[in-house]
């Protein structure tokens, strides 16, 4: 099975491009030929009207309950940087930020800061807080990640970073379940900035003229919940090609391998070559294969209808080389994370086109792949956890329920 | 965003039409420009094979599970009455009816009474039976409503009302939480008889050969449980329009502001134009303005095709005076509660036709609105609780889930 994923590909109709979407204006003779030998339908991956979250889209797509499986940001982020969680272990993602000495923040990004966080964090990983272990890791810049292990935590705190510069907030537990965590939490920032403003490479910094890193400021608690890993759940080998973290953090938290692909930035340059080379080659070892293209929801966000279309048609060359390869029992999915109109400049509610193919798809009317085309399919209207069962069925690798 | 529900509107095929439906023998060129410039598709409201009444299907189309936020037609019928309610009490809808001396019911509607019971329910209102406080307010004719206020209420007991001539039933509770509300009923029931036979208002009744509204009879328990009004879910004003006094107490129960607007009878005789105009200046105040035109449903019941294609030529011109002033930013939806077949002659669960236009909505290929063309429609099979979500993501009024 391959699952494609155009992140934020679908859209509306637009005015001055003669009511089309940019799918619509695009040269797309892969996708269409896909369409034309399986089965298209409309998708709403959360539910109809609820715009998805790019995180709370893909557990959707991977056939998860978003509303059980996701908690907040911190887990996905703490598997993007490669951090093991456990069940009962919460997570944070975090900002290296600049406080002054009454812990006002002047800078959340403590200056962008660009080398030297990996010092900090050996500073603080492997500290103990009552029975609470402390494991931390820097990300990129000035990002980095939290997570608590030990009895009796709960995820549900409010945050302490403030968001703008201001006072450090004072973490406060949601529910009385998790007024531990709150207080292991306010006395690991305290020490976060006890540590951290002595450190070295802060003295230097100062010399420098520039804003130290001398606080850690924690936000997006999450817990791993009942999330049973995508091997567990459907007993498959899966593997996922992706280039921005947040997606690649997903991937690893449902267990799939995520190998690190040349080229695959999640950016406008992405190798689209490259990541549909990658996807054919995991094909050989893996039962399942994901793929994630980024790069139309940033166009989508810039409001770029052109830069759009353009992309789309990149897509397009990247199907056609893996068609040319794939075999004509492999499961192949088409479709978006969600919609990133170029007049909303945001994620939007409208449901995605999606198209499945080969294995033992039957095949509908459909010749195009688009918003309008798709809607009149013979898969219908449904929802994105439901994505990957019938992938699975039409893979001859559902389970009987019943006799 | 504007919703237009032509209570009753969808039907079946009827043979000596040609297989025609009424709405397919109308008129209904407003109608087939709106489903032109949107999207169709087909609704069940409450769930395929469900057959709403039109409070479950008005609670299902305000986005409510109408499973858990429909427990009775007492709160509703309290709310139209204006009577507020609070969590925790318990409403009853109730008919003013007539028994003789060993409390068998003669007339369970007291010779439809039309006059003075404003001053029976004054005899009433303001009781108190052990710690519970008595609400009590008259309808038109022999209708009135009666609240339960005070600690320990459960709205699970059995009805009073024998729903024919006989003898007053004693309530009895379905479970044991509710003891305490069966045995406050049956004594209210019991005062109710002790006040009003001696009303000299049913004196004169006698006098006059008329039977006495001696006694209450409560039907149809229900509590609010955990409704949140629409302002408070959605961060909406809301209005709504309507002449039939169930729907207003909906819309009131739901937090909507209800004007009152000349002509709008519920009958047959419902000013169109006059509704029209109103939602129209109501959308100048309001984030969402919903309409009920009601006379379909009353033709279908009567099970005349000819009247109900001449109604829905009506609400068609209805349509065309709001068209004609409409901003294209406006999401529209039009679509029925329920069907009401002129060969059934009462509410049945075929599922509805449902069109959206204006705002972010995308287009299809359908030109025309009835049961058969919008069934072919790019808003798929939907029911009737994700139209207004599905209204807020093409307003960009919905709320992303995740990052």
């Known amino acids: ?43 709403d991956v959360i539910a109809p009207g609820v715009v998805p979250g790019s995180d709370t889209a893909h557990l959707a797509l991977f056939g998860y309950d978003p509303y059980t499986a996701y908690t907040g940001r911190g887990p996905i982020e703490a598997a993007g940087a490669g951090l093991k969680m456990s069940k009962g272990d919460v997570a944070f993602r975090c900002n290296f930020a600049t406080v002054d000495p009454s812990m006002n923040v002047t800078d959340r990004r403590a200056g962008r800061i660009k080398s030297g966080t990996d010092e900090l964090s050996k500073l603080l990983s492997g500290l103990k807080i009552e029975d609470v272990e402390v494991a931390f890791k820097e990300g990129s810049e000035h990002r980095c990640v939290l997570v608590f292990k030990g009895p009796g935590l709960d995820h549900r705190v409010s945050e302490v970073d403030p968001h703008t510069e201001g006072e450090v907030l004072v973490s406060k537990p949601l529910v009385p379940e998790a007024t531990k965590t709150a207080r292991i939490l306010n006395e690991f920032v305290s020490e976060s900035y006890r540590r951290l403003d002595a450190a070295s490479i802060n003295t230097k910094r100062r010399k420098d003229g520039l804003p130290p890193a001398n606080i850690v400021l924690p936000r997006g608690a999450g817990s791993l919940g009942n999330l049973d890993s995508m091997p567990e759940r459907y007993g498959l080998k899966c593997a996922g090609v992706a280039g921005v973290t947040l997606v690649k953090g997903i991937c690893r938290m449902v267990g799939m391998d995520v190998p690190d692909v040349p080229g695959a930035t999640g950016g406008l340059d992405t190798d689209y070559l490259s990541k549909g080379g990658s996807a054919l080659k995991l094909l050989d070892s893996h039962d399942f294969v994901f793929v994630n293209v980024k790069a139309g929801d940033v166009a989508g966000h810039d409001g770029d209808f052109m830069k759009k279309v353009e992309i789309i048609e990149s897509i397009d060359s990247m199907l056609e080389l893996i068609l040319r390869e794939l075999h004509e029992d492999v499961v192949i999915a088409v479709t978006a994370d969600h919609s990133t109109p170029v007049d909303v400049r945001d994620h939007s509610a409208d449901p995605v086109p999606v198209m499945i193919a080969g294995g033992g798809s039957r095949m509908d009317s459909v010749k195009e792949f688009d918003e309008v085309s798709a809607a009149s399919g013979g898969l219908g209207r449904i929802r994105g956890r439901d994505l990957l069962p019938i992938m699975l069925g039409m893979a001859d690798r559902a389970k009987k329920f019943g006799a």
């Open 1 to 43: 099975m391959l699952m494609i994923i155009c992140d934020g590909l679908s859209d509306r109709p637009v005015k001055l491009f003669d009511h089309k979407t940019p799918l619509q204006a695009a040269k797309r003779p892969a996708m269409n030929s896909i369409a034309k030998r399986g089965m298209s339908g409309m998708m």
